[in-house]
């Protein structure tokens, strides 16, 4: 670092003294603020909560400060919200005003300063891209046509891991399968495409810089220069590789995916009898002059970040507990045995006949939440919550883990028992009809792919535990189910080896 740019960042960070203090003070005098540990200035709240604030850090918060907490991290107001009549104000009765998402300097680069549509502005854009995007990817006629694909999928797993002799004894990572799967399964619907084993090498491309976009992403690395603006500087080389990965990886989707996909339609007539895949009808949308080219990348972006991992993390965390709870895998077993008879595979139809099934599946995504603060909301304009001020452009966290968490809410909350969705919260779903459980959100932004990654948890658990008995390691007698939490995601630290031991083959 130079002299001159030394000089320069203290003056910088004088300046900021002065100007937060002032801002404080008029602002102290004139606001309402939510309640939360007393900031300093520049620095704000940063270092007393540090970089992680995952779900379960912020639940400790919570009990401390209350039901709405403010938190500054440098120049950025943090605000989360961790009851259920307050997620219902905010994702629902002011849904609008609490519509938006934060970017950051990093988010920013690969949306393209939102031009996607998970992390744009609630607005024109936003709901135009939504609009776009849901005959294609969200209702239910695309479960219809994909679910025989996905069935196909899981089954190729089945037989991966069958014809590994050493599943059955040493175990082996299923995620590697099933991310091979998860990738089938939302290419299928994209381009009409799959990769034929772990080791194609465009599939391995696109795993790698779709790993370095979520590594980059969810990072806590670049937060420095996220809270206070005069450090971003330091940021450069990490903003380079953003930069970087992000034209590497939009330029693979266009040439080995759209553009492909745009001869194959020059050369064959459409068809419109319901044979078109998602990519088609977001073309479609961009000749009508609705989208521009970037916003079509920034779908395939979107689906590739918001779609795979969290229903593999999903899947993964099912899997986990079944293998750390044996009693609740056996009698999983006997439902689906005893509902679909032997040597019936289970099929995306069959999934609503096995209420133990989708009990499994509820309590996975209530204890282990893919997204459990939801991807950040943001208010554009000044807001009022429970009474607060909230400053214009604040982060609005809903800690969706802890409302779906609280032992004040929910019976012996830490344990993985499905029987709670059987028994006394048997009215509760997975599409927020009851605002302790948002696993999906709720409202304007929720998510729309649970149309799809419930059915295709449901078959690939399904037939994972009809096909084999699933158990720890030799010499492990449970799983290590540490927890890896990001910006804002949750999965598995580490992805385990597991036994999978054949059925007889007419089960
Ligand atoms: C188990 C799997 C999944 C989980 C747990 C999950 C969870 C979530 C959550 C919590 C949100 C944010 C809600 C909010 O901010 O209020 C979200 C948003 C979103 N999800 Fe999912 N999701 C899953 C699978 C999928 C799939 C399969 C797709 C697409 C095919 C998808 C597409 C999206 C999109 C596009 C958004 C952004 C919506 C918007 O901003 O308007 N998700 N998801």
């Known amino acids: 670092m130079d002299l001159l740019f030394l000089e320069k960042l203290l003056v910088g960070l004088f300046a900021s003294v002065v100007v937060a203090i002032a801002v404080s003070k008029i602002r102290g005098r004139k ?30 918060l919570a009990r401390k400060f209350g039901e709405i907490f403010l938190l500054r991290m440098g120049q950025r107001n943090l605000v989360v919200v961790s009851s259920p009549p307050l997620a219902r104000e905010v994702l629902h009765t002011q849904g609008v005003e609490f519509g938006s998402r934060t970017r950051n300097v990093v988010f920013d680069i690969f949306t393209g300063k939102g031009q996607d549509m998970v992390f744009t502005v609630y607005g024109d854009h936003w709901r135009k891209m939504r609009r776009i995007m849901t005959v294609p990817f969200f209702t239910n006629k695309v479960v219809q046509q994909y679910h025989p694909g ?3 999928e899981a089954a190729a797993v089945v ?26 399964n939302m290419y ?29 992403a969810q990072s806590f690395e670049y937060n420095y220069g996220d809270f206070i603006p005069i450090l971003r500087p330091f940021l450069r080389g990490y903003l380079k590789t953003c930069k970087e990965v992000k034209e590497t990886r939009l330029k693979l989707f266009k040439d080995f995916f ?13 068809d419109s009898s319901g044979l078109k895949c998602a990519i088609d009808h977001i073309l479609e949308a961009q000749q ?31 899997i986990g507990e079944l293998v750390n709870h044996p009693e609740i895998q056996r009698k999983l077993r006997h439902e689906l045995d005893e509902v679909l008879g032997p040597g019936h595979q289970i099929t995306e139809p069959d999934a609503h006949k096995l209420p133990y099934l989708q009990a499994v ?18 208010n554009l304009h000044d807001a009022k919550l429970s009474g607060y001020d909230i400053p214009a452009e604040s982060k609005i966290l809903v800690n969706a883990w802890y409302l779906a968490n609280n032992p004040d809410q929910w019976k012996r909350p830490e344990e993985f028992r499905p029987e709670r969705f059987l028994e006394e919260e048997k009215h509760v779903e997975a599409n927020g009809n009851d605002f302790r459980y948002l696993p999906f959100g709720v409202g304007r932004r929720s998510c729309p792919g649970i149309i799809l990654a419930l059915p295709i948890l449901g078959i690939t658990i399904g037939r994972l535990v009809q096909n084999f008995e699933l158990l720890p390691p030799p010499g492990q007698d449970k799983l290590d189910t540490a927890e890896k939490g ?6 598995i630290l580490k992805h385990s080896n597991i036994v999978a031991k054949p059925r007889a083959l007419e089960h």
Do not use: C
């Not at 299928?188 to 370095?212: C, H, K, T």
């Open 31 to 60: 606001l309402r603020l939510p309640p939360g540990p007393l900031p300093v200035p520049i620095f704000g709240n940063w270092l007393q909560v540090g970089d992680d604030l995952n779900h379960r850090n912020l639940a400790a």
């Open 361 to 378: 599946i509820k309590e996975t995504l209530r204890l282990r939440m893919a997204i459990p603060l939801l991807v950040p909301h943001m």
């Open 188 to 216: 299928r619907i994209m381009f009409d495409r799959r990769f034929e084993s772990m080791d194609d090498p465009l599939f391995l491309r696109l795993r790698a810089l779709n790993g370095e976009r979520s590594r980059l």
């Open 486 to 491: 990001g910006q804002f995601s949750l999965h």
């Open 288 to 318: 009508k002059g609705e989208i521009n080219e970037d916003n079509v990348l920034y779908i395939v972006e979107n689906i590739n970040v918001a779609a795979i991992e969290t229903t593999l993390w999903s899947i993964e965390w099912a």
């Open 258 to 270: 759209l553009e492909e996909r745009k001869k194959l339609a020059s050369t064959r007539p459409m």
């Open 150 to 152: 996905w069935e196909a």
């Open 159 to 184: 037989e991966a891991v069958r014809a590994d002799t050493k599943a059955a004894t040493e175990g082996v990572v299923l995620r590697r399968h099933l991310q091979l799967m998860m990738y089938n």
